[in-house]
């Protein structure tokens, strides 16, 4: 058994694994994940699960994993939390190549304007439009519900 094991006893549990795939994809190029994280400056700020553990407590359900609140920021206190899968779609960050400055809205091969929203987990498709602005505004009150 090892040493941190015997410290807190949850090796194995989904709260360590969040922990050690986390630091993972901060500390180790040879992650497949490190050029999204440790590649780009996120960093991983918890000294040992424990404090980890007492930052986010226990997994709410199996439905929640490991969320930062800032996509730029890092692994640390205040930045951390359990989301369900919605609550991460909400979150992502801005992927570079994007035609759109907004979440959700993407340019199509012709000249109109796509929308899409995470619902339950899945993305929902709010339609064509024929300008970004119109896109972003149907975005805006999908989101407000």
Known sequence: ???????????????????????????SPKSKD??????????????SFVVFYQELGPRPSPKHTLDRKNND???????VRWATRTEQMQNQRKRTGCDSQAKFVSKTSGDKWRAVV?????QK?????????????????????
């Open 73 to 79: 920021g890092h692994y640390e206190s205040g930045n």
């Open 125 to 145: 498709h709010l339609g064509s439009f024929p300008d970004e602005a119109s896109a972003i505004d149907a975005v805006k009150e999908a989101l407000r519900g």
């Open 34 to 47: 490190y050029a999204n994280y440790g590649g780009r400056g996120v960093r991983f700020r918890f000294a």
């Open 1 to 27: 058994m090892s040493q941190n094991a015997l410290k807190h006893g949850m090796e194995g549990t989904p709260e360590y694994n969040a922990f050690y795939n986390a630091r993972r994809r901060c500390v």
């Open 118 to 122: 995470p619902v339950n987990g899945k």
